[in-house]
């Protein structure tokens, strides 16, 4: 676009760009800048531990702990991608390239996982393999492998839709060249086939590797006292030692990572976008035949003992009480809690109001990302305009890395009476939306912008060639092709929110509990009851957030994501 | 715009029609040679000119350019006199025809070709009468209600070429509309496009890499090569 062309619309992209923009840098960036500001002494002494300013920070990086929690943290996200990926690609193969009864309905499942609050799972897991449970003799709890298992139950299926969308629309005819050349159908799958999904594969890893460095209620349900990431320690130095210190410090070891994975992964999405654009013949499904069979039975397995198993394991035991026997008192405490629990309301109160709130939520990501994703799939000529998109790209996907827990500390540090304004923002639920808002956010993007730049350029000359103003281009073409997208988009946000976990357990009050904080206190408790109520409390946020991702499943039409 | 600029007087005075004077691209940011090299030629109102030259020769960026879709690095685009630089694309009054049709998919055969009515507001009977007439036109009654997708590629491009033409622009321009189909086709449609052209009065420019369909369609005919207009 020339810029006396960009005129007319000019001031209606100020406005897009500028209101997510006002909405990051004030919810996100400066809560968290400030946190890592009062860590470092600036601005307000910095409590307890270690001593403010850079000696605070040397003191923080010469501690063993300090490097192990990052050993940790690295370890289990590499782990946790190596298994998503193996695991992913062959169900990537069966869900895109095969063609059998119940396909689509699968299909559509696989968005599920992703989607379930880390709680659910975390506390899904330990139902199967904790102490007492089913499977409690292999004694995988609190290990490794079980956080891993736990990293690799949400990020198969990112795996294998980002990979399978791209795979479905390879031309199938580069591997029967290969074959007439001789190459078995092993070899043309290593040498060929493999070699032109590298862009697809590449690009989910990073971003899956994201999810696993950050991961926060996995690994604080699961990993007990021997297991943290980085996450998990910024919330107990925070939360129980007031160490606002060595938390900055490890938020900006977090910060340096995530700003690392995201150049890396926004340079491998760009390449898998120059990959997309390449006109493929959609690839042919194929019938399910005996060469398939490996990738078929690594499939089952996975969707079997890694997804059904452990929410099996969950709802069989949300079924029985203290002493084995099936009862529904665990469904029936959910409405009027006993007594002696304490509670501070029902468990339906508290999913009454998650649920609320997480429309509230809903509503904010879906206005911010959609002129977020219309801003940004823009393709003005000037090279500074360009970069400028890039930069506004990334600032947005931040949210997607950065600590939930330094963004949740954050914002109850800064909202006491923000901007000069006589109102304390933390002694209200204002801040849970918000919060979950911004959690949700780079999911909305991700999910709209991919469909945005499909777009043919040529489209819009077309309908500014039949006289269309650029407005009128705007919602004639991109906003009636986002309305494919609009219900993934949605699904996503809302079980994000209704699921967030990170900032909210720092954002809760007295009387206002969201669900997944609730699940996590009374899985801290003791007592047959209250295990049996987060049991029943985890299947119900587990079959909310299902269900209404289902919902959005239905909705959409054929559309790939890049989640 | 609808009637007066198909049907305006044709008297060929100068001045009156498109005319492009020094026209040079550069594709942004690259030491490459200009995409169009100071090309000037006038088209007159009425008249059916032909671009032609080898692909890669810079005339479909010079359509571009004329469409206002491509910046400017020197010269001008006016019509009947008045420089077009500060004019965007949409307020041209200019129509475009890509050569792979650019329909809408999400959007049926008639709603297509009435997008540019219904940027210019025109009433609804107006609308549908003129959605039918073009429909007629160029040889497809009847398939207003069809999905876009199930067209083959000659009735895509016939149904491109009505919804280029609906609006009634002053100049049409025609990118290679041809040369996606196959060759039976691509003569007949070309023999029915030159009859439409002729019919209609429509003023147009043709860029397209086959000289005969040049001569069949184009009163006069240009050849360019690596972005300079033949003299």
Same mark, same amino acid.
């Given at each position: 676009?020339?810029?006396?062309?960009?005129?007319?619309?000019?001031?209606?992209?100020?406005? /897009?760009?500028?209101?997510?923009?006002?909405?990051?840098?004030?919810?996100?960036?400066?809560?968290?800048?400030?946190?890592?500001?009062?860590?470092?002494?600036?601005?307000?002494?910095?409590?307890?531990?270690?001593?403010?300013?850079?000696?605070?920070?040397?003191?923080?990086?010469?501690?063993?702990?300090?490097?192990?929690?990052?050993?940790?943290?690295?370890?289990?996200?590499?782990?946790?991608?190596?298994?998503?990926?193996?695991?992913?690609?062959?169900?990537?193969?069966?869900?895109?390239?095969?063609?059998?009864?119940?396909?689509?309905?699968?299909?559509?499942?696989?968005?599920?996982?992703?989607?379930?609050?880390?709680?659910?799972?975390?506390?899904?897991?330990?139902?199967?393999?904790?102490?007492?449970?089913?499977?409690?003799?292999?004694?995988?709890?609190?290990?490794?492998?079980?956080?891993?298992?736990?990293?690799?139950?949400?990020?198969?299926?990112?795996?294998?839709?980002?990979?399978?969308?791209?795979?479905?629309?390879?031309?199938?005819?580069?591997?029967?060249?290969?074959?007439?050349?001789?190459?078995?159908?092993?070899?043309?799958?290593?040498?060929?086939?493999?070699?032109?999904?590298?862009?697809?594969?590449?690009?989910?890893?990073?971003?899956?590797?994201?999810?696993?460095?950050?991961?926060?209620?996995?690994?604080?349900?699961?990993?007990?006292?021997?297991?943290?990431?980085?996450?998990?320690?910024?919330?107990?130095?925070?939360?129980?030692?007031?160490?606002?210190?060595?938390?900055? /410090?490890?938020?900006?070891?977090?910060?340096?990572?995530?700003?690392?994975?995201?150049?890396?992964?926004?340079?491998?999405?760009?390449?898998?976008?120059?990959?997309?654009?390449?006109?493929?013949?959609?690839?042919?499904?194929?019938?399910?035949?005996?060469?398939?069979?490996?990738?078929?039975?690594?499939?089952?397995?996975?969707?079997?003992?890694?997804?059904?198993?452990?929410?099996?394991?969950?709802?069989?035991?949300?079924?029985?009480?203290?002493?084995?026997?099936?009862?529904?008192?665990?469904?029936?405490?959910?409405?009027?809690?006993?007594?002696?629990?304490?509670?501070?309301?029902?468990?339906?109160?508290?999913?009454?109001?998650?649920?609320?709130?997480?429309?509230?939520?809903?509503?904010?990501?879906?206005?911010?990302?959609?002129?977020?994703?219309?801003?940004?799939?823009?393709?003005?000529?000037?090279?500074?305009?360009?970069?400028?998109?890039?930069?506004?790209?990334?600032?947005?996907?931040?949210?997607?890395?950065?600590?939930?827990?330094?963004?949740?500390?954050?914002?109850?540090?800064?909202?006491?009476?923000?901007?000069?304004?006589?109102?304390?923002?933390?002694?209200?639920?204002?801040?849970?939306?918000?919060?979950? /808002?911004?959690?949700?956010?780079?999911?909305?993007?991700?999910?709209?912008?991919?469909?945005?730049?499909?777009?043919?350029?040529?489209?819009?000359?077309?309908?500014?060639?039949?006289?269309?103003?650029?407005?009128?281009?705007?919602?004639?073409?991109?906003?009636?092709?986002? /309305?494919?997208?609009?219900?993934?988009?949605?699904?996503?946000?809302?079980?994000?929110?209704?699921?967030?976990?990170?900032?909210?357990?720092?954002?809760?009050?007295?009387?206002?509990?969201?669900?997944?904080?609730?699940?996590?206190?009374?899985?801290?408790?003791?007592?047959?009851?209250?295990?049996?109520?987060?049991?029943?409390?985890?299947?119900?946020?587990?079959?909310?957030?299902?269900?209404?991702?289902?919902?959005?499943?239905?909705?959409?039409?054929?559309?790939?994501?890049?989640? | 715009?609808?009637?007066?600029?198909?049907?305006?007087?044709?008297?060929?005075?100068?001045?009156?029609? +498109?005319? #492009?004077?020094?026209?040079?691209?550069?594709?942004?940011?690259?030491?490459?040679?200009?995409?169009?090299?100071?090309?000037?030629?006038? #088209?007159?109102?009425?008249?059916? #000119?032909?671009?032609?030259?080898?692909?890669?020769?810079?005339?479909?960026?010079?359509?571009?350019?004329?469409?206002?879709?491509?910046?400017?690095?020197?010269?001008?685009?006016?019509?009947?006199?008045?420089?077009?630089?500060?004019?965007?694309?949409?307020?041209?009054?200019?129509?475009?025809?890509?050569?792979?049709?650019?329909?809408?998919?999400?959007?049926?055969?008639?709603?297509?070709?009435?997008?540019?009515?219904?940027?210019?507001?025109?009433?609804?009977? +107006?609308?549908?009468?003129?959605?039918?007439?073009?429909?007629?036109?160029?040889?497809?009654?009847?398939?207003?209600?069809?999905?876009?997708?199930?067209?083959?590629?000659?009735?895509?491009?016939?149904?491109?070429?009505?919804?280029? +033409?609906?609006?009634?622009?002053?100049?049409?321009?025609?990118?290679?509309?041809?040369?996606?189909?196959?060759?039976?086709?691509?003569?007949?449609?070309?023999?029915?496009?030159?009859?439409?052209?002729?019919?209609?009065?429509?003023?147009?420019?043709?860029?397209?890499?086959?000289?005969?369909?040049?001569?069949?369609?184009?009163?006069? #005919?240009?050849?360019?090569?690596?972005?300079?207009?033949?003299?």
């Amino acid at each position: 676009m020339s810029p006396k062309r960009l005129v007319p619309g000019h001031l209606w992209w100020v406005f /897009a760009t500028a209101l997510p923009l006002a909405f990051l840098v004030c919810f996100f960036l400066w809560p968290v800048l400030s946190l890592i500001a009062v860590g470092f002494g600036i601005g307000g002494a910095a409590t307890g531990g270690a001593t403010p300013g850079i000696g605070g920070f040397v003191e923080v990086f010469a501690q063993e702990r300090t490097w192990r929690v990052i050993g940790q943290t690295l370890a289990q996200a590499v782990c946790g991608t190596a298994i998503s990926v193996v695991l992913g690609l062959p169900a990537a193969f069966v869900l895109y390239r095969l063609e059998f009864a119940g396909r689509n309905l699968l299909r559509g499942c696989a968005t599920v996982p992703f989607v379930l609050p880390t709680v659910v799972v975390g506390v899904a897991f330990t139902a199967l393999l904790g102490p007492g449970a089913p499977l409690g003799w292999l004694g995988l709890d609190q290990s490794f492998l079980i956080i891993v298992l736990a990293l690799a139950f949400f990020n198969v299926t990112v795996v294998a839709r980002t990979v399978g969308g791209f795979w479905s629309q390879l031309d199938g005819r580069t591997e029967q060249a290969a074959r007439m050349l001789g190459a078995s159908p092993a070899r043309v799958f290593f040498t060929v086939t493999l070699q032109r999904l590298v862009p697809a594969l590449a690009s989910s890893a990073a971003l899956v590797f994201l999810f696993c460095a950050t991961s926060f209620g996995v690994v604080l349900v699961l990993g007990g006292r021997s297991f943290s990431n980085i996450e998990t320690e910024i919330y107990r130095l925070t939360v129980q030692y007031l160490d606002l210190g060595s938390a900055a /410090a490890l938020s900006l070891v977090q910060f340096a990572i995530v700003a690392a994975v995201l150049v890396v992964s926004s340079r491998l999405r760009l390449r898998l976008e120059q990959a997309n654009q390449m006109r493929f013949d959609s690839g042919q499904a194929m019938r399910v035949a005996r060469t398939h069979l490996p990738a078929l039975i690594c499939f089952g397995l996975t969707a079997l003992l890694l997804h059904a198993l452990p929410i099996l394991a969950l709802v069989l035991r949300s079924l029985r009480d203290g002493t084995g026997r099936f009862t529904l008192v665990n469904y029936r405490n959910l409405f009027a809690p006993p007594a002696d629990a304490r509670l501070n309301g029902s468990v339906i109160d508290a999913a009454a109001l998650s649920i609320g709130i997480a429309l509230i939520a809903t509503s904010i990501a879906m206005l911010l990302g959609l002129l977020v994703a219309l801003v940004a799939s823009r393709r003005p000529r000037s090279g500074l305009l360009r970069r400028g998109l890039h930069a506004f790209d990334g600032v947005v996907m931040l949210p997607l890395g950065v600590s939930a827990v330094t963004v949740g500390f954050g914002l109850l540090l800064t909202m006491h009476q923000p901007f000069g304004i006589g109102i304390d923002l933390r002694t209200s639920v204002v801040l849970l939306p918000i919060a979950q /808002a911004l959690v949700a956010l780079p999911l909305v993007v991700r999910t709209l912008l991919p469909v945005l730049r499909g777009i043919d350029v040529r489209q819009r000359d077309a309908a500014a060639m039949l006289g269309a103003s650029p407005l009128r281009v705007l919602r004639t073409i991109d906003l009636r092709v986002l /309305a494919r997208p609009l219900g993934l988009a949605l699904g996503f946000a809302f079980a994000t929110s209704l699921g967030e976990f990170g900032a909210s357990a720092f954002l809760v009050r007295p009387g206002a509990q969201t669900l997944p904080v609730m699940v996590s206190q009374l899985i801290s408790r003791q007592g047959a009851e209250n295990y049996g109520m987060a049991l029943a409390a985890a299947v119900l946020l587990g079959a909310l957030t299902a269900s209404v991702m289902l919902l959005a499943e239905r909705w959409r039409g054929k559309v790939a994501s890049e989640i | 715009m609808s009637e007066d600029h198909t049907d305006a007087s044709r008297v060929e005075t100068p001045g009156r029609g +498109l005319s #492009v004077e020094g026209v040079t691209v550069t594709y942004a940011g690259a030491a490459l040679p200009a995409a169009v090299n100071d090309a000037s030629f006038e #088209v007159h109102r009425g008249e059916v #000119v032909a671009l032609t030259g080898p692909s890669g020769c810079g005339k479909s960026t010079l359509l571009r350019a004329i469409a206002g879709l491509e910046p400017l690095a020197a010269g001008r685009v006016a019509w009947d006199g008045e420089n077009l630089a500060s004019v965007p694309p949409h307020r041209r009054g200019f129509g475009l025809m890509f050569q792979d049709g650019q329909l809408f998919a999400h959007m049926s055969v008639a709603k297509n070709v009435a997008y540019g009515l219904s940027a210019q507001r025109a009433p609804k009977e +107006l609308r549908e009468a003129r959605v039918a007439e073009l429909l007629e036109l160029v040889g497809l009654p009847d398939y207003g209600s069809r999905a876009v997708t199930e067209l083959s590629g000659g009735e895509r491009q016939r149904v491109a070429l009505a919804r280029s +033409l609906a609006p009634g622009p002053r100049l049409l321009l025609l990118d290679e509309p041809l040369s996606a189909l196959d060759r039976a086709l691509r003569e007949r449609l070309a023999m029915d496009l030159a009859a439409l052209l002729r019919d209609t009065g429509t003023t147009a420019i043709l860029v397209t890499h086959d000289s005969a369909e040049a001569d069949l369609v184009a009163d006069r #005919v240009l050849a360019m090569r690596s972005g300079r207009l033949a003299p």
